[in-house]
């Protein structure tokens, strides 16, 4: 029971005590209770002050009711208050974080178009190999009418390359592997020499001395001999190679007649896509192109 509710009690049963303390009363010194004598007239004041006690209790009561709810009431409005003040604080974080990530998203899209724009502007393809040409590259040599390459060394005929100890172990290639690439070279070697023999034979007509010309001679003596007969030609050819290899140019029929250094120089130069393509078979596209430009073995003109 509450403090309160015995405080009521109390002053209750102090008002009823006062009601009816003419009726009865201790006496003094006496050993019993005495009875008082009372007329008719005292019987309603009797009752008019148990009433007023009765009214005086039901009054405080109210009032202590009234202030429970008014306790009750400023509680609830503090609590209220309280939570309206820290659904604020939150809301207020909430929006500096919306503001932030705004903020990032548009940085964000900024940097992609950035980067988009610089993309588009740069060359179709780049590479760090330094002979792993990009169209772009080719549409520069042609403008220039020159021509790049790089093809596995050429090696005379009954003399195949055989990859080195040292170079497979920085490799990293197993036997099997460089007994791959072996191959390979030797598939490569063909196919430039049956190209350039018979336009060397062309130009030194002895079977035998163009064999121990082989294929780097033969196709110096090719370039000399177009040069010495048609500059213009010559440069002409140059530029056709590079269109083509750039997309710029259709390459020839077969069958089709071209200019002798003209074939020459489409030999050389497609080589190296053919010897990639054939490692690719065994190591797949990355592996080939690592393989094929840090072998060690090779001719090229810059």
Known sequence: ????????????????????????????????????????????????????????????????????????????????????????????????????????????????GNLENELSQRPERESDYEFDFSPSDWRELAANHQVKYRIPCPMPTGLPWKMAQSEQDELGLSSEDAEIVTQAHQRSNARVWSTLRPLCLQVVRDPDVVDLLGATSCLRLVEQKAAMSDI????????????VQGGMRQRPAP????????????????????????????????????????????????
Not at 11 to 30: D, K
Not at 232 to 243: F, I, M, N
Not at 264 to 291: H, I, N, Q
């Open 1 to 112: 029971m509450k403090r309160k509710d015995w405080v009521l009690m109390a002053s209750g049963a102090a008002i009823a005590a006062a009601a009816v303390s003419s009726s009865y009363e201790l006496g003094s010194g006496s050993n019993g209770p005495s009875v008082s004598r009372e007329g008719p007239c005292d019987a309603p004041r009797t009752s008019a002050l148990a009433l007023s006690g009765q009214a005086a209790l039901a009054e405080e009561r109210a009032s202590a009711r009234a202030a429970d709810d008014a306790d009750s009431t400023g509680a609830k409005q503090g609590q209220g208050r309280e939570l309206e003040s820290v659904l604020r604080t939150q809301l207020g974080q909430v929006n500096v974080k919306l503001r932030d990530v705004q903020r990032e998203k548009r940085d964000l899209e900024a940097q992609i």
């Open 232 to 243: 213009a030609a010559t440069q002409q050819a140059r530029r056709a190679v590079a269109e």
């Open 255 to 302: 069958g089709e007649p071209v200019h002798p250094l003209f074939a020459a120089l489409m030999a050389v130069t497609s080589e190296a896509a053919l010897f990639e393509a054939d490692l690719a078979e065994s190591f797949g596209p990355e592996e080939a192109k690592r393989v094929w430009h840090s072998m060690g073995c090779a001719a090229s003109r810059k």
